[in-house]
């Protein structure tokens, strides 16, 4: 049982923050969350003390409450909408919704079902990210048999291997993995596809595919010296936990989204002696998590702005790097402006280790395998329906280009779900 000691706030608290919401007709707040939760309804019910009510609300929107509430980029989604942060702060939402998604793991309050009619159609959904969670819920709620096909012996995906355990605890995951499960999924752990099984095999015997395996792949900058022992991908260190021994060495993080912000602040964690974000735009166009920034410096990360990596030196290993800084320009169509390096102004920094965090892509070994068309990036091309070029086989999350939000991973599930529904019932 999920302990009540053991959550951010108190019931005083939190009434406190729901009081604050003005309960606007007019509902920015859901217009700004990507998976449109009815957030003016579960805060009304969360005022009253009607939690379980407000958690059923939010289950009509998303399965993943209790995660969303912690780790979404509020700021730049939900609150950011909000009405009240026009002139001050705005409503606590990320709180009330992490509140109200932990009470239902205290309490054991059921995710509602659509439907008890058992519907003639089984789904294969390959992946158990945010996506897949997502996909396989609302078909099970909807009646279907779904049976989950995950390369790991836990599900969760880019939740457990992509998101440190000080920004989400894995025993509040894997309590809601629980629940969702509890729901009717089947699972196949330790199965890879184009490893264990192919694409072809699943199409023998499910009705209707989806593929949400994640892009976790850290792209490269195709930069001099990027092959240098010492230089990492900012993905692979998070998902497979494989660090090199930090003591004592100073290390650079390349990017400004939350996956630097995540690897440098568990780098730091490990022992490393200085750690530097180092961002080609101005702080204010970081990707990132404004919370997130300010968490790193305030654990002591070190920011370099307005700076690009443009070449890594050493014989073997990293030994130092070579950065120049960059004005930003506003150029003909550009929608902003976009940093352009400062002829002259190269310098020179020792360092460790260089930590690649620019970007993802997906696995080319596994989406060759598939049999479906690729978008000019590598993704899982898919149409309006999040059909592939297969029509029986769907797609969606990062595989597919999604935004790289967990938030939008599972609306892009939720709407595929949709979809495949409307598509095995033609």
Same mark, same amino acid.
């Given at each position: 049982m999920w302990l009540q000691e053991n959550m951010k706030y108190g019931k005083e608290e939190i009434k406190k923050k729901a009081e604050y919401c003005l309960g606007c007709k007019v509902k920015m707040c859901r217009k700004g969350c990507p998976l449109e939760?009815?957030?003016?309804?579960?805060? /009304?019910?969360?005022?009253?003390?009607?939690? *379980?009510? /407000?958690?059923?609300?939010?289950?009509?929107?998303?399965?993943? =409450?209790?995660?969303? +509430?912690?780790?979404?980029?509020?700021?730049?989604?939900? *609150? +950011?909408?909000?009405?009240?942060?026009?002139?001050g702060e705005s409503v606590s939402i990320g709180d009330l919704e992490a509140y109200v998604g932990e009470l239902g793991l205290q309490y054991g309050y059921e995710i509602p079902k659509f439907s008890e009619e058992k519907k003639n159609k089984r789904i294969a959904v390959v992946g158990g990210g945010p996506a897949g969670l997502t996909v396989a819920s609302w078909l099970v709620r909807n009646g279907y048999e779904v049976t989950i096909y995950e390369r790991y012996d836990k599900l969760g995906g880019i939740l457990r291997h992509g998101i440190p355990d000080f920004r989400l605890e894995k025993d509040i995951l894997d309590k809601q993995i629980e629940k969702i499960l509890g729901l009717g999924i089947q699972v196949e752990y330790g199965k890879s596809i184009g490893k264990d099984y192919v694409l072809e095999d699943l199409e023998k015997q499910y009705d209707a595919i989806f593929l949400g395996i994640g892009a976790n792949i850290s792209a490269k900058m195709g930069i001099e010296g990027e092959n240098l022992q010492g230089v990492y991908g900012g993905n692979e260190l998070l998902e497979h936990y494989s660090h090199p021994q930090y003591t004592g060495k100073t290390v650079a993080v390349i990017g400004g989204g939350n996956v630097a912000m995540d690897t440098a602040r568990t780098i730091k964690r490990l022992g490393a002696k200085e750690v530097t974000i180092i961002y080609r735009r101005a702080e204010k166009q970081m990707p990132a998590e404004k919370k997130e920034i300010e968490d790193a410096k305030e654990e002591g990360i070190k920011f370099l702005f307005q700076t690009n990596i443009v070449t890594i030196h050493g014989k073997e290993k990293?030994?130092?790097?070579?950065?120049?800084?960059?004005?930003?320009?506003?150029?003909?169509?550009?929608?902003?402006?976009?940093?352009?390096?400062?002829? +002259? =102004?190269?310098?020179?920094?020792?360092?460790?280790?260089?930590v690649m965090a620019v970007g993802s892509k997906p696995e080319e070994s596994i989406v060759?395998?598939? %049999?479906?068309?690729?978008?000019?990036? %590598?993704?899982?091309?898919?149409? *309006?329906?999040?059909?592939? =070029?297969?029509?029986?086989?769907?797609? +969606? %999350?990062?595989?597919?280009?999604?935004?790289?939000?967990? /938030?939008?991973?599972s609306r892009s599930g939720r709407e595929a779900a949709k979809a495949m529904m409307r598509w095995l019932e033609r």
């Amino acid at each position: 049982m999920w302990l009540q000691e053991n959550m951010k706030y108190g019931k005083e608290e939190i009434k406190k923050k729901a009081e604050y919401c003005l309960g606007c007709k007019v509902k920015m707040c859901r217009k700004g969350c990507p998976l449109e939760n009815d957030i003016t309804q579960f805060i /009304a019910y969360v005022k009253e003390e009607q939690y *379980e009510e /407000a958690y059923k609300t939010v289950c009509n929107t998303t399965v993943l =409450s209790p995660i969303c +509430g912690r780790i979404c980029p509020h700021k730049s989604q939900c *609150e +950011g909408a909000c009405v009240r942060g026009i002139k001050g702060e705005s409503v606590s939402i990320g709180d009330l919704e992490a509140y109200v998604g932990e009470l239902g793991l205290q309490y054991g309050y059921e995710i509602p079902k659509f439907s008890e009619e058992k519907k003639n159609k089984r789904i294969a959904v390959v992946g158990g990210g945010p996506a897949g969670l997502t996909v396989a819920s609302w078909l099970v709620r909807n009646g279907y048999e779904v049976t989950i096909y995950e390369r790991y012996d836990k599900l969760g995906g880019i939740l457990r291997h992509g998101i440190p355990d000080f920004r989400l605890e894995k025993d509040i995951l894997d309590k809601q993995i629980e629940k969702i499960l509890g729901l009717g999924i089947q699972v196949e752990y330790g199965k890879s596809i184009g490893k264990d099984y192919v694409l072809e095999d699943l199409e023998k015997q499910y009705d209707a595919i989806f593929l949400g395996i994640g892009a976790n792949i850290s792209a490269k900058m195709g930069i001099e010296g990027e092959n240098l022992q010492g230089v990492y991908g900012g993905n692979e260190l998070l998902e497979h936990y494989s660090h090199p021994q930090y003591t004592g060495k100073t290390v650079a993080v390349i990017g400004g989204g939350n996956v630097a912000m995540d690897t440098a602040r568990t780098i730091k964690r490990l022992g490393a002696k200085e750690v530097t974000i180092i961002y080609r735009r101005a702080e204010k166009q970081m990707p990132a998590e404004k919370k997130e920034i300010e968490d790193a410096k305030e654990e002591g990360i070190k920011f370099l702005f307005q700076t690009n990596i443009v070449t890594i030196h050493g014989k073997e290993k990293v030994e130092e790097i070579e950065c120049i800084k960059t004005q930003l320009v506003k150029k003909e169509g550009e929608t902003r402006e976009v940093p352009v390096d400062i002829e +002259g =102004s190269n310098f020179i920094l020792p360092m460790d280790y260089v930590v690649m965090a620019v970007g993802s892509k997906p696995e080319e070994s596994i989406v060759n395998t598939l %049999g479906v068309e690729l978008t000019t990036r %590598g993704n899982i091309k898919i149409d *309006e329906n999040y059909q592939t =070029s297969k029509k029986n086989v769907f797609a +969606g %999350g990062d595989i597919s280009g999604t935004k790289a939000t967990v /938030a939008w991973a599972s609306r892009s599930g939720r709407e595929a779900a949709k979809a495949m529904m409307r598509w095995l019932e033609r």
